[in-house]
């Protein structure tokens, strides 16, 4: 007789791909490349690390070092993309087995000194990037503008650099505004979008608007809820151009709890957890297989992965610290929980 036996839920799906995240390096290297392997097959693998990787050589050096840590994990690269890149060091990071170059807005977020003030500054490099099918992976957001309009502030010299150059694929990172969804649909199908679970379930005032919460502060900040909404319905609507990338961004607690505080969200103890949370939530669930496992692995021009990786019905409370670094959602309760 029902109600006596509760039903267990499950939900399975083939195992999904990261497409952007910050294993960091050295010692804090091992415990998040596990982290993200226990949920992921592949992870596109952010460059900004001090030393950045810039060169081929550095590409093969860090790949070897998550796959020493992280068995089992396929750690995809990209490299730090500069205007002083030549032709010749960007084929040989082809060669190396680097899919994607990251452009950083200059003095914007963690170790992006070295970054750009224009996106046109790369364009000498377009036709190289054609070449050799690399992607750019673009953190848009404008240096130097008030922090809550720097990314829709970016979008024309995205929008024209994406339209004189249709040979190059672009992904817009972890967008955060109305005003990018909106431009990432408008522009033809060498551009997609990159979007995180934290920005599909906060806004600015979860941030600052009360107690100060600086596990929450990331960028590009969290925004509006007309742009959260938008975010939202950009995930669930089932268009190839919006796929997963947590921005998994660990900082110690220490780093976070100060006068100056790193920018970043630890949600890879949650990256699947948490979608899974949020789409069934929304009525959605049957779009979240593509969201996080089709659509990335599709404009990448990578195999889908056959795998499969299930979630059950099952509370459990998020740690208030992991490996030293205060993860998103913690002390929360999550309804879903990896199945083993
Ligand atoms: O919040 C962020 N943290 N945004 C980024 O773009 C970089 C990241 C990091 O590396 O800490
Ligand atoms: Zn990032």
Redesign the pocket.
Known sequence: CAGIFPLHMKFTLRRPDDFHV?LRQDADLPAYAREAARRFARVLV?P?LAPPVIAAVDVDTYRKAILADAPGLEPLMAFKLLPRHTGAQLRALKDAGAIAGKVYPEGV???SEDGITDLRQIWPLMGVLEETGLVVCC?GEKPGVFSLDREERFLDEFAETASRFPGVRLVLE?VSTAAAVRAVRSLGPNVAATITLHHLEITLDDVVGGMLKPHLF??PLAKRPEDREALREAAFSGDPKFFYGT?S?P?HKGKKECAAG????YSMPVALEGLVDVFDRAGKLDRLEDFCASFGADFYGLPRTTETVSLEKASWIVPDVTDGVVPYRAGETMPWKLAR
């Open positions: 910050h952010m900004n977020t963690t170790n953190h972890h990331c960028k921005d961004a900082h790193c920018a970043g969200v």
